[in-house]
């Protein structure tokens, strides 16, 4: 049993619970695009992103909710690329299929994370204790099965919780600071500046990779190149906690926007 729900949020972790519409903190109405997928490189081919964590710089994870895909995934996955950078996806499991896998695995190849968003993003703080497990086994599965582990972390769909899934999910909660980038009328100069109003050491900023929302991708010319300028290094949720000494414990209670 894990110890009593603190909800410690903070103002801050507050600001984007009502985003996580029909995608998670920050999510809900999808943009539209007729993109075509985008193929896979070989995965022989993805070099593991090269970089080093300095524990006395600021620290902040880039992470993404309601993949996979093979569009808006990886056009994110060749923004990591690009700038050099690592983020965590918070992916769903009725999302991954035979072609969407093959952004998982690039993912991970690239030294990315791969962490549990439920199975089907519905509301689980409605749901029974075997449901809520159904849930989380499932995408724990499916990633298990795609790159031999299991995820380390969720992100409550909606950042909807309740003292049953506390009970049982035996990983700690992720929330974040976030842009309401799941709204298609948010401008892409939105989507970053939201974001770097918000920043500071520690952050874990909530982003979305749900099908479709290449203003994200475009968000992230402006927000990665200037949280660079500020002298953040991203990181992983799981580097981001070892850094910043948080253990990662099965029986914690709090919701994350900032650890440490």
């Not at 402006?222 to 990181?235: C, D």
């Amino acid at each position: 049993m894990k110890k009593p729900i603190l909800f410690l949020l903070l103002a801050l972790g507050l600001f984007g619970l009502v985003g996580c519409n029909s995608s998670s903190n920050q999510n809900s109405t999808k943009a539209n695009s007729n993109q075509e997928s985008l193929e896979s490189p070989n995965q022989e081919e993805v070099k593991k992103i090269v970089y080093e964590i300095d524990p006395t710089k600021p620290i902040i994870a880039l992470t993404f909710d309601d993949g996979p895909n093979t569009t808006t995934t990886m056009r994110v996955l060749d923004k990591c690329e690009e700038y050099g950078v690592v983020a965590s996806f918070f992916v769903i499991g009725n999302n991954i299929n035979e072609n969407s896998a093959e952004a998982i695995k690039r993912a991970y190849a690239l030294g990315c994370e791969i962490d549990n968003h439920s199975k089907t993003h519905g509301y689980l703080n409605k749901m029974t204790e075997d449901e809520v497990k159904a849930e989380i086994q499932f995408t724990n599965d499916k990633v298990k099965e795609l790159i031999g582990i299991e995820p380390k972390f969720f992100r409550p769909p909606y950042i909807a919780t309740s003292s049953i899934m506390y009970d049982s999910i035996d990983m700690p909660f992720i929330c974040g600071i976030g842009s309401n980038d799941w709204d298609a009328k948010v401008s892409v100069e939105d989507r970053a500046g939201k974001i770097l109003d918000q920043i500071k050491d520690g952050s874990i900023i909530l982003l979305h990779d749900s099908e479709g929302n290449l203003k994200t991708v475009q968000a992230l010319d402006i927000l990665i190149p200037e949280l660079k300028k500020q002298g953040y290094q991203f990181a992983t949720v799981s580097e981001l906690f070892e850094a910043k000494g948080v253990a990662i414990d099965p029986e914690d209670s709090m919701l994350y926007s900032i650890v440490g």
